[in-house]
């Protein structure tokens, strides 16, 4: 059968089985998680095993059609969903997951690519397990402050460059994308977006710096492990002899960490304006903006507070591409096939992925969860897959109903601490499981294959991180969590 025939044939059945769906269920409340039943979330399955298997199947065929499959998934969910639940309510979805969501995500990511795309490290740096033990290390500690995502695109060529000659070198990467892309963003809000959503919520700014211990021993564990690691493929390389004379080491495109600041700049400023009065309802916490859509008594606010962050995301990477001399991005090697890469699959996974945070939403109470190593792995879980920062969202709102007396003051509610603890280290440290779980794994994965580094498939990918982070997970949660 021809893939054209198979999406045809999918397509017939999610909008019988949508329909049908859609009858049956519409009794059972307005909340859309409720309506959606639960095999509603079998595009976004496809779209994952899409990334996961076609790429082994066929890389070359995967390379130039993946835009087909990543609009097909979408399709396969929205034409059934736009059919039995009528257009308001599909084009609802579909313009708030994408305008609220999506674009402000890629945007980030296409401000953080170019920026850091003109800084480049110059000089002699040779890969060896100290060096890139250093690297991580430093990539770990400005995570927290300019973000994982910033963090991840500002070390990633330099860690590249400096093992260029190596031949073993893909778990260089897999362990950057555990520390530089993940668990080192856990000590600020601006680190990583669901600790980010949580200052919006009233966590204090600060409060996240008590993740320091937990963040502390996993750092501390995977350097270790990694030294020993990259020490073992090093013995088996053909270690180059060194040219006398070493070039020093010297930074080009310095003008591009104040382009840097004002992409944090206009992170942090948004949480900011985000509870001013003149942004935000201050009771209910709602931001103003411009009305796009309504529906009913919802409507798809576009919020000022996100026009300006944008605004000055998209000004700093314009100031970058003018200012940088190009012969820095050609020795960086920069091109625009990463974050092509990257918006393509995510705008199919934004928009299969909209059952799944729907029904997270609505029956995420229902879990039954009440001890904070239940929170940390179903956080973790689903982090691992979903957008980590609404599925913080929900395991906060739900952590905040248990009805905690004492603990930290949130809009939602009051959370006792070991529970925010759980939900924060969940969401931020096993986005690291798979290439999808964080902005910046599938990019820092793009931008490697890009420089000639075989990295593992999806799954491949997926048997590191069982067998490197699950086990130290299980140790977080016998010292931490119990």
């Known amino acids: 059968m021809s893939f054209k025939r198979v999406m045809v044939l999918l397509l017939l059945m999610f909008t019988s089985f949508f329909s049908l769906s859609g009858v049956a269920w519409a009794s059972e409340g307005s909340e859309l998680g409720y309506l959606l039943p639960l095999w509603s979330v079998l595009p976004f399955v496809g779209m994952l095993l899409s990334i996961a298997i076609w790429p082994l199947v066929n890389s070359h065929w995967w390379e130039h059609n993946m835009w087909k499959v990543s609009a097909f998934w979408s399709l396969v969910f929205f034409i059934p969903f736009l059919i039995a639940y009528g257009s308001r309510t599909a084009f609802f ?7 609220l969501d999506y674009f402000p995500f890629i945007i980030l990511l ?9 800084i480049i490290l110059r000089g002699t740096l040779q890969g060896k397990p100290a060096v890139n033990v250093l690297l991580l290390l430093v990539g770990t500690a400005l995570a927290s402050w300019i973000g994982t995502t910033g963090a ?6 330099p860690v590249i460059r400096a093992n260029e000659w190596r031949r073993y070198k893909a778990h260089i990467i897999i362990f950057f994308i555990f520390l530089v892309s993940n668990i080192g963003g856990s000590l600020t809000p601006v680190g990583d977006p669901p600790l980010f959503l949580g200052y919006l919520r009233g966590v204090p700014f600060f409060w996240t710096m008590k993740l320091i211990v937990p963040m502390g021993f996993n750092v501390i564990i995977l350097l270790a492990l990694y030294y ?17 004379g070493r070039d020093p080491l010297r930074v080009e495109g310095l003008q591009n960490l104040i382009y840097l600041g004002i992409i944090v700049g206009a992170v942090i400023l948004s949480g900011i304006l985000a509870k001013n009065p003149a942004f935000a309802d ?6 103003y903006g411009i009305t796009l859509y309504r529906h ?10 996100n026009i300006i962050r944008d605004l000055a995301i998209l000004l700093a990477a314009f100031l970058s591409w003018k200012t940088t001399p190009m012969v820095i991005r050609k020795d960086n090697r920069f091109t625009w096939g990463p974050i092509k890469e990257v918006a393509t699959l995510f705008a199919g996974i934004f928009m299969t ?3 799944a945070l729907a029904i997270l939403h609505a029956r995420g109470a229902e879990l039954g969860l009440t001890h904070p190593a239940q929170f940390f792995w179903a956080t973790g879980a689903l982090s691992s897959f979903l957008d980590n920062a609404p599925t913080y969202l929900v395991f906060l709102t739900t952590a905040t109903s248990l009805g905690a007396a004492t603990g930290v003051p949130t809009t939602l509610g009051i959370i006792a601490p070991k529970m925010l603890m759980a939900i924060s280290c969940g969401a931020v440290f096993m986005g690291a499981n798979t290439y999808i779980g964080n902005a910046p794994n599938f990019m820092v994965r793009s931008i490697a294959e890009e420089n000639a580094i075989r990295m593992p498939s999806f799954f491949g990918y997926m048997a590191w991180s069982v067998g490197i982070l699950i086990p130290l997970f299980i140790l977080n949660t016998l010292i931490f969590f119990r």
């Open 93 to 99: 979805q579909a313009l708030e997951v994408y305008l």
């Open 110 to 118: 296409f401000g953080l690519f170019v920026v850091s795309g003109g």
């Open 152 to 157: 991840s695109m500002l070390l990633i060529r």
């Open 228 to 244: 020993f690691l990259d020490s073992y493929f090093y013995r088996k390389e053909d270690v180059p002899e060194l040219k006398a």
């Open 282 to 287: 201050q009771k209910t916490g709602a931001l």
């Open 296 to 305: 009913g008594e919802e409507a798809v606010v576009l919020p000022y507070t």
């Open 353 to 355: 992925m909209i059952p």
